[in-house]
């Protein structure tokens, strides 16, 4: 079965620093791109940013560019999105997706991992 | 602030048919392909619709999509109570370079 499993939620304290976990699984890890969806409490999807773990070109969001980092690690068919700094703001749920064809659509999802960042 | 406009709600009864529209512009769907994710509440998103019309393999053909100029359409056709869910288009934005969301529909099944 092809599918991909996030790390668990988190609770976090403003100013810490945060890595979530995507591994994928029954298919070709390297050969599919993996993007990253934030959705706030009650809001939408937006699209953070994208990685190839075949040879870890990634593209960000503007609107995330230098808040978080994606890399990939394709020993263990594992993509990650991290913070070094969280803030309040940062409390949300984040998806990991496989990017299927050259038409942006993202055909398997992670079940999400929910970050809570609260004093 | 999404690109792509959705109205926020939409509903019908059982049977009914009901469509959700997607406006953007020609730097968006004008230029590429449209995509249809489906969002139960509490849950992950899933792919509805692909390359404006397209069906991954166990979609119900209930669900059909189009695309004209800079706007796109989602219909649901003999809805069901499960298809009460949040609907959002998609497509990728050149002048922007990012992958854009629409701002979401709420169908309710009366």
């Known amino acids: 079965e092809v599918q991909l499993v996030q790390s668990g939620a988190e609770v976090k304290k403003p100013g810490e620093s945060l890595k979530i976990s995507c591994k994928g699984s029954?298919?070709?890890?390297?050969?599919?791109?993996i993007g990253w969806v934030r959705q706030m409490p009650g809001k939408g999807l937006e699209w953070m940013g994208i990685i190839y773990p075949g040879d870890s070109d990634t593209r960000y969001s503007p609107s995330f560019q230098g808040q978080v980092t994606i890399s990939a690690d394709k020993s263990i068919s594992t993509a990650y999105l991290q913070w070094s700094s969280l803030k309040a703001s940062d409390t949300a749920m984040y998806y990991c997706a496989r990017r299927v064809g050259d038409q942006n659509a993202f055909d398997i999802w992670g079940q999400g991992t929910m970050v809570t960042v609260s004093s | 602030q999404s690109v792509l406009t959705q109205p926020p709600s939409a509903s019908g009864t059982p049977g009914q048919r009901v469509t959700i529209s997607c406006s953007g512009s020609s730097s968006n769907i004008g230029s590429n392909t449209v995509n249809w994710y489906q969002q139960l509440p509490g849950t992950a998103p899933k792919l509805l619709i692909y390359s404006n019309n397209q069906r991954p393999s166990g979609v119900p053909d209930r669900f059909s999509g189009s695309k004209s100029g800079t706007s796109a359409s989602l219909a649901i056709s003999g809805l069901q109570s499960e298809d009460e869910a949040d609907y959002y288009c998609a497509a990728w934005d050149d002048s922007l370079n990012v992958y854009v969301f629409g701002t979401g529909t709420k169908v309710t099944v009366l």
């Open positions: 029954g298919y070709s890890f390297t050969s599919y791109w």
